[in-house]
């Protein structure tokens, strides 16, 4: 049976959305495994613009939810609107979109806020008994959110120790991964891979997404 996949993006380019690479081999992955997909994004301002050019900070102010639509081709809804029991599993790329729209990892570091629509419908789909993959940094979400829930989940962002401790601190278990493989922690129906954390090129990183959707799949 065709599962129905929820893809969280949190914007459009890597320094201030979701990673093009990563969500593309995450979009391929699924669909070469007949699942359904949604994408889905919060609606709200990006926390900064970034010429992605010139990497240089620009002032005039851009929508998550309207960039993550170049990605998903304009067929994406508001995060906010969605319901967890209309989803069989949710993954999330990663991309600094993901510790700044998402979460405030990037500047709180493990004291960090998830954006609540985010938080909600995570935490509707752990209670559900639905698995969760997550990639590159997008990880922080999930001990924020389940780690401070006393869950303990199992996690990894690679080989990065500080962004490790942070996990650590917001009470997940990190374990070093290789870019290509992946980190499942069946109790919790969490899968993560480190994708550009550690990856040298988007080969390696569709490796770690496809393995990713490989495992989120058959938890659900």
């Known amino acids: 049976m065709s599962r129905k996949v929820a893809v969280i993006l949190s914007g459009c380019g890597v320094y201030d959305g979701s990673e093009i690479h990563e969500a593309v081999s995450i979009l391929i992955a699924l669909d070469k495994r007949k699942a359904q997909i949604t994408c889905l994004a919060p609606d709200i301002p990006q926390v900064t613009t970034v010429n992605h050019r010139t990497k240089e900070k620009e002032t005039h102010p851009r929508n998550v939810l309207t960039e993550a639509?170049?990605?998903?081709?304009?067929?994406?809804?508001?995060?906010?609107?969605?319901?967890?029991?209309?989803?069989?599993?949710?993954?999330?790329?990663?991309?600094?979109?993901?510790?700044?729209?998402?979460?405030?990892?990037?500047?709180?570091?493990?004291?960090?806020?998830?954006?609540?629509?985010?938080?909600k419908f995570l935490l509707a789909m752990h209670n559900a008994g639905k698995p969760v993959g997550l990639a590159c940094i997008a990880p922080v979400l999930a001990a924020a959110v389940f780690g401070r829930q006393g869950m303990n989940p199992e996690l990894t962002i690679?080989?990065?120790?500080?962004?490790?401790?942070?996990?650590?601190?917001?009470?997940?278990?990190?374990?070093?991964?290789s870019p290509t493989d992946?980190?499942?922690?069946?109790?919790?129906?969490?899968?993560?891979?480190?994708?550009?954390?550690?990856?040298?090129?988007?080969?390696?990183?569709?490796?770690?997404?496809?393995?990713?959707?490989?495992?989120?799949?058959?938890l659900a």
């Open 158 to 177: 690679g080989t990065d120790a500080g962004a490790a401790d942070k996990l650590r601190q917001m009470g997940a278990k990190h374990q070093d991964r």
């Open 69 to 119: 639509a170049r990605i998903a081709r304009g067929k994406i809804a508001d995060l906010a609107s969605a319901n967890a029991a209309d989803f069989d599993a949710a993954i999330l790329p990663g991309g600094f979109g993901a510790a700044i729209n998402l979460c405030s990892f990037a500047a709180d570091g493990a004291n960090c806020k998830v954006e609540p629509s985010v938080e």
């Open 182 to 218: 992946v980190c499942v922690d069946a109790r919790n129906k969490i899968v993560t891979t480190p994708c550009y954390m550690t990856a040298a090129g988007p080969w390696e990183v569709f490796q770690g997404a496809d393995k990713l959707v490989e495992e989120v799949l058959k």
